[in-house]
């Protein structure tokens, strides 16, 4: 099953990296009315919630910096400020985190999970839950954003 989850996250980046390539800055950064953020907020909380969900909750170090956890973490909101460096930066990490966690998932770096439960009510148990969890909630995103270029 983990391998099909890998899957889906990976299908799910090269959905989410068309986003980036295929709206400009100012796009990305748009918070359309109605809206609490916007698609370049989506894609960057994305990448820091599997790294909280994955590492974090594993007593491990994440792979992203203590910056862009402060800008995407749950809660925050966008100030549509964006630079392009910065959505370059969230590019590269929609892959290089996938990279990273299928390494790890095979050199078994994952000893114990810290359970938790997610704003949405699930229990997560273990890694095989952070990962389902993961995609579930890519997909909530992915939603999001699919709403939000209507407003483009």
Not at 61 to 79: A, C, F, L, Q, S
Not at 119 to 141: M, P, Q, R, W, Y
Request: hydrophobic share 35%; with cysteine; proline share 2%.
């Amino acid at each position: 099953m983990e391998q099909a989850i890998l899957k889906n996250l990976r299908t799910n980046h090269h959905i989410l990296s068309k986003f980036i390539d295929g709206y400009s800055l100012e796009q990305l950064n748009k918070i359309p009315e109605g809206f609490r953020n916007n698609i370049i907020w989506n894609i960057g909380h994305i990448i820091v919630a599997q790294q909280g969900l994955i590492y974090r909750s594993s007593d491990l170090p994440i792979h992203v910096t203590k910056d862009m956890v402060d800008k995407y973490t749950n809660g925050t909101v966008p100030d549509g400020n964006a630079t392009q460096d910065e959505v370059d930066e969230i590019k590269g990490l929609l892959f290089s985190t996938l990279d990273q966690l299928e390494k790890d998932l095979e050199e078994g770096i994952f000893e114990h999970y810290n359970e938790r439960q997610t704003k949405t009510g699930f229990t997560i148990s273990n890694l095989e839950d952070a990962l389902v969890f993961c995609s579930f909630h890519e997909g909530i995103h992915l939603g999001m954003i699919l709403s939000i270029r209507k407003f483009l």
